[in-house]
């Protein structure tokens, strides 16, 4: 049976760079004899940090200083440290999104902190609700560990916080002195002209912590990452890290392939994924009574839909399963894991066939799971 794979965040597979990578390595790896047989050290492999610290400078107009960046094993292994570092007992308070990733909802859950979402508009994060809940958990003796936000191409909604709001968010950090996890994962998946500051980047007293990840302009398989942190938090994070550190040989792989090619291959694969986001756009807009709204990201991985009310949500996925669609259900994103009527939808990995056929057959999964009246 076809399988439509509209369920994971991951890049165009045909853009995988397995020649450049092949030569990548063939040029670095007589250089590597003594390194390989070390451990890669808590930082990561030098090289790799001061490239991803000029990518960041040519992004956000400032470099990201190179002996705060730490690789990890994926930008996931940065959200866990996180909980792992912050959260002393359990109950512990986690404030983030209503709607987040699910993989940072598992993880912080395993760490058994008390999640408290914030609600969301098209603008993000809502700056009214987030001083609100801080105000009642404090009064309740709760102070949050942290607040984690995906201010850039937000995962599940794909929204964007505008600068004033960033500001606002970091000036009530700042009063409640709550720190700021800033999960930038998407940040160079940019499909539109349009560019918001990092968190990093503003002028403030707030301790920020960064994250990013190469998974999604390169591949989730590669398991390359990184956080920038303040010195002080930076080594209360390193006491953390017992993995003995990221693989030398991958970041120095990619480190070779990337110091030519980095922006060119940033521009290769947007290109590639803009044509696939554009037409699951337009696939969507002709099911009007089956996919109610959907956001239009300017970057990212994902459209975020709204089905009808009468969506048996249950029954849908079921359907769509046994048709070979794969998504991810609104409920998985939810900070509560309410059944909501929400799915999100992944344009990357599919192919233009893949979002031709599947699209359709979804529809009518969603058109024959209505809800019997009672």
């Known amino acids: 049976m076809k399988t439509f794979p509209f369920g994971s965040g991951r890049p165009d597979p045909a853009s995988f760079p397995n020649r450049g990578l092949a030569e990548a390595a063939m040029r670095i790896l007589p250089e590597l004899g003594a390194e390989l047989a070390c451990y890669p050290g808590s930082l990561g492999y030098e090289p790799l940090r ?5 990518r960041f400078a040519r992004r956000e107009g400032v470099a990201l200083p190179v002996d705060q960046i730490v690789l990890t094993t994926g930008s996931m292994q940065a959200v866990t440290l996180m909980a792992q570092v912050f959260v002393e007992s359990p109950g512990d308070v986690i404030v983030l999104e209503e709607y ?31 001083e609100g809940t801080l105000e009642q958990l404090v009064s309740k003796n709760k102070q949050p560990r942290f607040i984690y936000t995906l201010a850039t191409y937000q995962n599940p909604t794909g929204s964007i916080m505008p600068l004033g709001r960033r500001r606002e968010l970091l000036d009530i950090a700042g009063r409640y002195a709550i720190p700021v996890v800033e999960d930038h994962c998407y940040a160079d998946t940019v499909y539109e002209d349009h560019h918001e500051p990092a968190l990093w980047t503003l002028e403030h007293d707030t301790p920020v912590i960064h994250i990013e990840s190469l998974s999604k302009i390169l591949g989730p398989g590669i398991r390359l990452g990184y956080l920038a942190a303040p010195r002080g938090l930076l080594d209360r994070i390193l006491l953390y890290r017992r993995d003995g550190g990221t ?43 089956a996919f109610e709204w959907f956001s239009r990201p300017k970057g990212g991985l994902f459209i975020w839909v709204r089905l009808p009310d009468a969506t048996d949500t249950v029954a849908c996925e079921q359907l769509a399963e046994s048709r070979g669609v794969d998504y991810a259900t609104g409920k998985a994103f939810h900070v509560s894991s309410l059944d909501v009527p929400y799915i999100r939808l992944a344009f990357g990995f599919a192919t233009h066939d893949d979002i031709r056929t599947g699209i359709p057959i979804l529809a009518d999964c969603i058109r024959n799971s209505r809800k019997k009246p009672d």
């Open 247 to 289: 693989s030398t040989l991958s970041a120095a792989v990619v480190y070779e392939y990337f110091r030519e090619e980095l922006w060119s291959h940033v521009d290769r694969i947007n290109a590639i994924v803009r044509k696939k986001r554009d037409l699951m756009f337009e696939m969507l807009s002709r099911f009007p009574d």
């Open 50 to 54: 001061k490239l991803m610290s000029r």
């Open 100 to 130: 987040s990733y699910s993989g940072t909802l598992s993880a912080y859950r395993k760490e058994k902190a008390e999640l408290v979402g914030i609600p969301l508009d098209d603008h993000g994060m809502r700056m009214d609700a987030l």
